[in-house]
């Protein structure tokens, strides 16, 4: 009896164990999966709080819940079935869908770029005070453009994961969706108040106080500077990126992509230990951000020269008043 009962409890311990094993390799699955998408998850974070831009300061975190949750519903209920079924039964479309956000993210790069250095002003006056039906339809257009956002990431996750089982990529892609949404909202949540904590703060009677308060105000518009920066370089990264592998992948140009792996194998060998390691992903970085901003110029050449108006790009802005279109 006391045998049978040890031996049960050695299964019970096994199989625990198992699960263990099973949640640690999800968990560090989902981890690959996320680093893979991180370009994409800069761009996200970038993109979000233009739409709390000149909101009331008590209806920013309330807009920024309800684009979070249409972002959780996105990936679970739109995106993660989807991209499921065809990595099950059609898995030879995924690298051509991984190619058409590759070309759409070094296209807002590209565009980004473009607004920049010919004078362009990309962005409109932000909104003052909005009605409730406008803003219904402002954080609508916002879901819309997470879709997008949100599809990128979670399809260069499943390419990552391609040769797990069909119920550990959906418990990897469940975990990568949540914690996505998680970080990039938190993230956005945190910036948009960073103007008013700092004023909060600079009426404080404490000197330290007053200025910690001063130098938050005075850096949140040099923080979404860095993050547009970050988020265009990202942007045009991941883009070529994604061009360069999956162009080979499918095998209709290999040779960019052994032009590029020699440079860094030929790194590797020159440089030994971590710091080759470094040069040579640094080196690939810069190489699939050249062959992104080639993509997505052309793409805005192309754009600019069709019979509707393209001067907005991927992400319009908003006028006074007026609803994000998308």
Do not use: C
Not at 10 to 29: C, L, T
Not at 65 to 79: E, P
Not at 184 to 192: C, H, N, Q, S
């Amino acid at each position: 009896m006391s045998a049978g009962l040890f031996g049960l409890l050695d299964d019970v311990a096994a199989i625990a164990k198992m699960a263990a094993a099973s949640i640690d390799d999800v968990g560090a699955a989902a981890g690959k999966a996320t680093a893979k998408a991180a370009g994409v998850v800069v761009d996200d974070t970038a993109v979000t709080p233009q739409y709390v831009h000149g909101v009331a300061a008590e209806r920013e975190l309330p807009i920024v819940k309800q684009i979070a949750i249409g972002s959780i519903r996105n990936k679970l209920l739109i995106i993660l079935p989807v991209a499921l079924l065809l990595s099950e039964f059609l898995p030879d479309l995924l690298p051509i869908i991984l190619m058409v956000g590759g070309t759409f993210l070094a296209y807002e790069g590209a565009h980004k770029l473009w607004h920049l250095f010919s004078g362009h002003d990309d962005h409109d006056t932000p909104v003052a005070e909005i009605g409730p039906e406008a803003e219904r339809e402002m954080i609508s257009g916002a879901i819309r453009t997470d879709l997008i956002l949100s599809a990128e990431i979670m399809v260069i996750a499943l390419a990552s994961v391609e040769d797990e089982s069909f119920w550990a990529r959906l418990a990897i892609l469940v975990v990568v969706a949540i914690a996505i949404t998680i970080v990039v909202y938190g993230v956005v949540a945190l910036i948009v108040k960073m103007d008013d904590t700092g004023l909060l703060l600079s009426q404080r009677p404490s000197a330290f106080a007053q200025k910690v308060g001063r130098g938050l105000v005075a850096a949140m518009p040099r923080l979404l500077a860095v993050i547009s920066v970050v988020g265009t370089v990202a942007m045009l990264w991941v883009g070529g990126h994604i061009l360069l592998v999956n162009v080979h992948e499918v095998g209709w140009w290999d040779a960019p992509y052994t032009w590029v792996h020699g440079i860094e194998e030929d790194i590797e060998h020159a440089v030994e230990g971590f710091l080759g390691s470094a040069l040579a992903w640094l080196a690939n970085t810069a190489i699939s951000a050249v062959i992104g901003l080639v993509v997505g110029t052309v793409v805005v050449a192309v754009v600019r020269i069709l019979p509707f108006k393209g001067d907005k790009g991927p992400v319009e802005r908003y006028d006074e008043g007026e609803p994000a279109a998308h």
